[in-house]
């Protein structure tokens, strides 16, 4: 039975992606060796890494305009230490819209002022708010694009005078944006891009070299420029598969076209979440994220049966987190509209048993 993956990541992968890197676990381009055992000093694999520099920058219609991209490691939970090491001299705004930015916050505090600009903690970060004021004076102002946990996502980012950085972990690739608005983006790959153990991290030059302390070298963005994302041994399986993602998406039309079907997909579960009584969606309807639907049940006593329909059905990964509880979709770039309909149909048919 085929398998629906909405598991919120490790994330799913197009088919040809999984092949193809399948294939060069066990020899990579006919060289009679492994991607995972030859040098990362090799000519091979600074291909591999310098064609992902720059179809991240090419996907994101960033070239040319004064960006360079990297791929990191530690996770975008890194980038909060990292970002703040780097960009922080007095004090920073923070847009609290979850639980990442919140850590986010955390980490930033050790090394300045943190003015929390906004936050939808209030209501269990249900909503993305609105109508505040960005303070000026700031080094950076931070904002999370879209929130896995709560199922929320930015549509219109702040104006500010300020660099703008976005943790965009989960949605990174799956819309149009102006992208050169912000001065760092930051993407854990295991959301939208590849397997878990490498970060993209899209700088801005100019913004670096400002702070006054000294950065040890591995959390210094400099550092790795220079190196060209290899100052230490990168992660060649991560970096290698989120390459393969990156060709295929660009192969299927690049952002505006898997934008479209993203659009499908999430018009198609928040319809049968709207129109069916016996679902209630989380986030606020227009904060309604395209990556992540967050929903419950209206019946509880209903929780049972619905489980073990989607389980038959072939669903994985379909629990929600437990801060929120209910249901979550992870509907990423490779998640297929016809995933989508198998679980409207188990929605549906639910409705027609209850």
Request: with cysteine.
């Amino acid at each position: 039975m085929k398998k629906h993956n909405f598991s919120a990541g490790p994330c799913i992968l197009p088919k040809e992606v999984m092949q193809k890197a399948a294939e060069a676990v066990v020899e990579l381009n006919g060289s009679g060796l492994s991607l995972i055992e030859i040098s990362h000093r090799s000519k091979d694999f600074v291909d591999i890494m310098e064609k992902a520099r720059s179809l991240a920058l090419e996907l994101l219609n960033l070239d040319g305009k004064g960006y360079k991209a990297l791929f990191l490691q530690g996770g975008a939970s890194m980038e909060f230490l990292m970002v703040a090491y780097n960009l922080l001299n007095k004090k920073a705004g923070y847009i609290n819209t979850g639980t990442w930015s919140s850590k986010a916050v955390k980490e930033a505090k050790m090394f300045g002022e943190i003015v929390e600009v906004a936050s939808s903690k209030d209501k269990n970060f249900n909503y993305i708010p609105k109508g505040y004021t960005v303070p000026e004076g700031l080094d950076y102002l931070h904002t999370t694009s879209n929130n896995t946990i709560f199922g929320t996502q930015i549509k219109e980012f702040p104006v500010t005078d300020a660099p703008l950085v976005c943790d965009m972990s989960s949605d990174i690739f799956s819309r149009q944006l102006d992208f050169s608005k912000f001065d760092l983006i930051y993407a854990g790959a295991q959301k939208n891009m590849g397997p878990a153990g490498t970060t993209l991290v899209v700088i801005k030059e100019d913004i670096l070299g400002k702070v006054e302390r000294q950065i040890p070298s591995m959390l210094d963005y400099s550092v790795h420029l220079s190196k060209g994302s290899m100052f230490n041994t990168p992660p060649v399986f991560p970096v290698y598969t989120s390459m393969l993602t990156m060709e295929w998406l660009k192969d299927l039309g690049g952002i505006p076209a898997i934008e479209e079907i993203n659009e499908k997909k999430a018009n198609l579960i928040y319809s049968e979440i709207e129109l069916n009584p016996l679902f209630d969606g989380f986030a606020a309807k227009e904060d309604r994220s395209h990556m992540n639907a967050t929903f419950s049940l209206t019946r509880d006593d209903l929780a049972e049966t619905f489980n073990a329909m989607w389980k038959e059905a072939g669903i994985n990964g379909l629990n929600g987190h437990r801060s929120v509880g209910g249901y979550r979709a992870s509907m990423y770039n490779a998640m297929s509209l016809e995933s989508v309909g198998t679980l409207v149909d188990v929605m549906s048919e639910l409705e027609r048993k209850a």
